[in-house]
């Protein structure tokens, strides 16, 4: 085998090869960080390359290889990880100025898991600035690109892990999904990208955005990496209050399917009319013919609440949670600070010059919807409309068992495109947004290839905790449109 | 201008004696510590830390609450509640707003011999601030080039009670801390130090004028002691009684106390209430306390301060100012009780412990149960007292040496040289001889009446009861000593 | 936000204000003209009727997890110091506190 061909591989069968003997860590890793170098004078997918870190763990793990211990599921595996996500001894930015020099000073809870399983962290990576961004263009470490098509936005907030995974630089990573963060840049770059259920995940170590939108989640290019590594990080941790106790199931025991004969499928009432791009339309169809041709019931669900007021509501809750969790950046423990003369200018000028425009922007609208006299018209009935959301839900999901919808409006966009009209641009998340309202589930996968040689993916939603189902019905999908591909250096436009 | 009534309201912090803070497992026990060295991602506020709440701080709040009456609440939320500051490590604080722990409770309190019921409006559980260290003279913020920021204190546990505007007098919010220290004692909830900060007191005060008028309330804060709280209310109302009477009107503000001026100090007017921006924090799911856990703690409440006050009063036959001492501090009431359990008559250990035992408590900052004298040697040496056996003087004695040397009873005695057997009838009557026949200049000078106010007789009883070791009867020792004379 | 465009600046220097950031001119004049568009979009939610809508309702939410009252020291915390942006004798530093700024503890 090539070394170049490692790169394409999935991580369970870079487990195989290592238990195998057809490879060592430090082949793997080396590759990787070898591609890793040429690729990013382009790509900028990544803030923080780990490229020391990475080699002597991997000589660690090629020890522990030789003297024959048991391996972790993910042995060996390199992993991107979204650096709003924190590793203790490195910096964690967030893709902000703010923190652009802060070590963190411990790990975070999934973190801790992936090294448990033997995954080695390769790199942070690039972000829309406080994972508030569709486009990863708001990072103040520059936009990362999509290695599809070089003039095209990978997506965002995590455009730097889902490039990173389509790029081949490694073949899982981790993102973080608040209204569609982890599964617009997945359909944009052509990965698979999970949103788990709120409360799978524990939060512990991810630098919170909205905290009850928030969740971490898996980027692969095939599904049994998506399970195997949705494993690793859902273990429980009681350091988050809103983790849930509950148990998990074995997540590869749902791929193990053909047919899904008893299974209901539902899509969107009038999908077809909907401001959304033909090609992707199209891949609506085809995945619904796809179940429908292994036994699914297909069924029709409205969901007009959602579609009509899931923007409103999100762009009222998400940056109140914001402005609250921001606030801890002052300019005194930690980050950004400028030399002041009083405490009040200390904390204008710092945060002020700390923050980019989209973070600055979100702030004031979530402190103003929060404003004493503003609480009850914006907040409090942003809250009461994200119940109506819950139930219409609820209602959808009394006829399907998962439901197919458009994971993004259009196909990749152009650089620069969005980045003028705030309102226009947070219309990217129009279909990803309700399903964090809701507190779902949802896979963002590829169903095809468009034209103009650019990827083409749907969402999966599932039911609160129905991971699994999501599983079984991508897997009949994916037996059917392959598992995703790598956009290597050659093969991009 | 005594037509001005009072109308004072009070907010009290009290931090619970956890072992680790509210939402993280850092040590309480930072007095004395260095600066930020019990911190951690969580309670320093570091981005990605989450807040877990501590079981013991929610049983130590409903304590509390089901001791003052309130109704607790079995689903509440907390609220974050934010502002700039640098002790404030988030930028917000984890407090509790719509949804308290508990609410409607009462508290009463003795207003010279009369009970006086002050309604409690709420109790809700928080975290503490850092705390800042000013540097200019005497830690003053004002004039201070820079501060100092200590996050050792940050999330520690703190309960906040909140009155209605019930109390009528300083002298009876005094009274109302003074209980409320005492139950959270009696809990077990809280040291209620006020000096050190872990009972703060806030006081809302404004005048009620003739025509039932309620003037604008000032909030008055910084008051570390009783005292002081009592010496500022006060002034405050003096203050405002004088602000009324020239005619100007009351600006509703904070002002500090200054305890060395005796002044409170305007520190700026609360011309717009700041906007908190509260909204329930996502980071922590409802909290619910269950009907079960409340009747079980509240089946574990102890016998509550004003209960064993009327025990001892209708049980012991003790007066309510004698009760009212013995049951200022739960393990000096317990210890009470032990004693009379073991057969100590009820007058003379309440006495014993009014005067010698609090005297030795007090002096050495201990609790009754690290008293080195076992009850039941206590009850012993009480017994002998009230039998005649040992004279009050005598007793002392034995008290004082049981204590120093870890001694019995029957030990002390003996090392004290001293007989159990109590002196009287003709061997007390041969001392009294002799000791009349060392001074006879003494009992020359009585006999001439130059003894009008009795103090030479004393001085002869004196020597008799030092010659005796304390064993004879005082009283037969003076009629002894006037029959010879 | 139906106000003239003198209020909306005056509401958002009054929220900046809040929110402790600086804006310049230029973001001032940025900001205020995406920020009412924004709030127009948020407005379309007064369209609905949610009056018997329980806002934070409980339904198949797991409850508040406790802790245990036990210590565990974390002993990291001069890392934490030594990224302070200033620091004197083990403390965190901060310049001079205008009185008002906000009531002591």
Not at chain 1, 125 to 148: H, I
Not at chain 2, 63 to 92: E, G, I, Q, S
Not at chain 2, 203 to 215: L, V, Y
Request: with cysteine; aromatic share 8%; net charge negative.
């Amino acid at each position: 085998m090539k070394n170049s061909e490692f790169l394409k591989l999935s991580a369970l069968e870079l487990v195989e090869g290592y238990k195998k003997g057809d490879f060592t860590v430090s082949d793997v890793i080396e590759t990787a960080l070898e591609h890793i170098e040429v690729n990013e004078r382009n790509l900028n997918a990544l803030i923080t390359p780990l490229y020391e870190e990475a080699r002597s763990r991997s000589w660690m793990l090629d020890a522990a290889l030789a003297r024959g211990e048991e391996l972790g599921s993910l042995f060996g595996v390199p992993v991107v990880v979204k650096d709003n996500i924190t590793v203790d001894g490195v910096r964690t930015t967030c893709g902000s100025r703010m923190l652009e020099n802060w070590i963190s000073p411990y790990s975070a809870h999934v973190v801790e898991c992936l090294e448990r399983a033997g995954a080695v962290i390769i790199g942070k990576a690039n972000m829309d600035e406080f994972a508030m961004g569709s486009s990863t263009e708001f990072s103040a470490f520059g936009p990362a690109l999509n290695p599809w098509d070089l003039s095209r936005v990978p997506g965002g907030s995590s455009g730097g892990s889902a490039a990173s995974v389509a790029a081949g630089y490694a073949p899982i990573a981790l993102g973080s999904d608040t209204g569609g963060s982890i599964r617009q840049p997945a359909a944009f770059c052509g990965v698979y990208g999970l949103k788990p259920t709120y409360g799978l995940v524990s939060r512990f170590g991810l630098i919170a955005f909205a905290s009850s939108l928030d969740q971490i989640g898996p980027f692969a290019r095939s599904l049994k990496d998506v399970a195997a590594i949705l494993q690793v990080i859902s273990e429980p941790d009681a350091r988050d209050a809103t983790c849930t106790r509950k148990e998990r199931p074995n997540y590869a025991e749902f791929l193990n399917v053909t047919s899904l004969e008893g299974f209901k499928v539902g899509y969107l009432a009038g999908y077809e009319s909907l401001e959304i791009d033909d090609e992707i339309k199209r891949a609506i169809s085809q995945t619904i013919e796809i179940c429908k041709e292994a036994g699914a019931e297909i069924v029709e669900v409205d969901l007009p609440i959602s579609t009509r007021y899931g923007l409103p509501c999100y762009y009222t809750i998400a940056p109140a949670e914001a402005s609250s969790n921001l606030a801890r950046f002052d300019g005194v423990q930690y980050g950004f600070s400028v030399v002041a003369d009083d405490l009040k200018e200390l904390y204008l000028k710092s945060r002020g010059s700390g923050f980019g425009p989209e973070v600055k922007r979100r702030i004031l609208i979530g402190t103003f919807v929060l404003g004493s006299s503003r609480y009850d018209a914006y907040y409090l009935q942003a809250q009461k409309v994200r119940q109506l959301i819950i139930r219409e839900f609820n209602a959808a999901f009394s006829k399907a068992d998962v439901l197919i919808t458009p994971a993004t409006p259009t196909l990749p966009f152009k650089r620069g495109e969005k980045l003028t009209d705030p309102v226009k641009a947070y219309m990217a998340d129009l279909f990803t947004i309700p399903v964090n309202l809701a507190g779902l589930p949802a896979l963002s996968m590829r169903a095809s290839m468009s034209q103009s040689g650019l990827p083409v993916g749907v969402q999966l939603i599932g039911k609160k905790f129905g991971e699994g189902d999501i599983l079984k019905a991508a897997s009949v999908i994916e037996q059917v449109v392959g598992p995703a591909a790598t956009a290597l250096g050659g093969d991009r436009k | 201008m005594s037509e001005f009534i009072p109308v004072i309201g009070l907010e009290i912090h009290v931090q619970l004696s956890t072992k680790s803070k509210m939402f993280c497992s850092c040590s309480t026990d930072y007095i004395g510590a260095r600066p930020n060295s019990h911190v951690c991602p969580i309670c320093l506020g570091l981005p990605g830390s989450l807040p877990v709440i501590n079981e013991r701080a929610i049983m130590y709040a409903v304590r509390m609450a089901l001791a003052m009456r309130c109704k607790v609440n079995t689903h509440t939320v907390f609220h974050r509640k934010h502002y700039f500051y640098p002790d404030l490590p988030k930028a917000y604080q984890i407090s509790q707003y719509d949804l308290p722990l508990a609410v409607d409770g009462h508290l009463e309190v003795n207003d010279d011999g009369k009970a006086h019921k002050i309604r409690i409006q709420r109790l809700h559980l928080e975290e503490d601030a850092g705390k800042l260290v000013h540097a200019a003279i005497g830690g003053r913020l004002m004039g201070a080039d820079y501060s100092l920021v200590d996050y050792n204190r940050s999330g520690v546990p703190l309960m906040e009670i909140v009155t209605q505007p019930d109390i009528t007098s300083p002298k009876q919010a005094r009274e109302f801390v003074s209980r409320l220290r005492q139950l959270v004692r009696y809990l077990g909830v809280s040291d209620g130090d006020m000096e050190s900060g872990s009972l703060r007191v806030d006081a809302n005060i404004s005048i009620m004028e003739p025509g039932g008028k309620w003037g604008e309330k000032v909030e008055v804060k910084n008051m570390n002691s009783l005292k002081a709280l009592e010496r500022a209310l006060e002034y405050e109302y003096e203050r405002q009684k004088e602000v009324k009477s020239k005619g100007e009107t009351i600006v509703r503000e904070t002002r500090h106390w200054d305890d060395d001026s005796g002044k409170t100090i305007s520190s700026r007017s609360k011309e717009e209430a700041e906007d908190y921006r509260y909204f329930p924090d996502p980071d922590l799911p409802p909290l619910v306390v269950d009907e079960r856990t409340i009747v079980q703690l509240c089946k574990e409440l102890p016998e509550l301060p004003w209960e064993v006050r009327d025990r001892f009063i209708s049980d012991y036959g003790l007066s309510l100012e004698e009760a009212e001492v013995l049951t200022e501090r739960r393990d000096v009431a317990l210890l009470m009780d032990d004693l009379v359990k073991r057969g100590s008559p009820v007058k003379v250990a309440s006495n014993w412990i009014r005067t010698e035992i609090m005297r030795v408590l007090n002096e050495r900052a201990i609790s009754a149960e690290e008293l080195t004298i076992p009850p039941d040697e206590m009850a012993l040496l009480l017994s002998r007292v009230d039998r005649g056996e040992l004279s009050t003087t005598a007793a002392k004695e034995v008290f004082a040496m049981m204590l120093e040397k870890s001694l019995n009873v029957d030990d002390a005695i003996k090392a004290l040289g001293l007989s159990t057997g109590k002196l009287t009838g003709s061997d007390l009557e041969a001392i009294v001889v002799k000791v009349l026949a060392e001074n006879a200049e003494v009992v020359e000078e009585i006999r001439a009446g130059k003894d009008k106010k009795g103090k030479k007789v004393k001085f002869l009883q004196g020597i008799v009861m030092r010659e005796t070791k304390g064993q004879a009867d005082p009283k037969e020792v003076q009629s002894l000593i006037m029959s010879k004379i | 936000m139906s106000g003239t465009s003198d209020g909306l600046v005056e509401e958002i220097r009054r929220v900046a204000k809040l929110a402790m950031l600086e804006l310049n001119e230029d973001e001032m004049k940025h900001i205020g003209t995406q920020f009412k568009n924004i709030l127009d979009q948020l407005q379309k939610l007064s369209e609905l009727d949610t009056k018997d809508i329980n806002p934070f309702s409980l339904e198949d939410m797991e409850p508040m997890p406790w802790r245990k009252d036990e210590v565990v020291a974390w002993n990291r915390y001069s890392e934490v110091l030594s990224q302070a942006p200033v620091s004197e004798e083990g403390y965190f530093k901060v310049p001079r506190i205008v009185e008002g700024d906000h009531d002591e503890k």
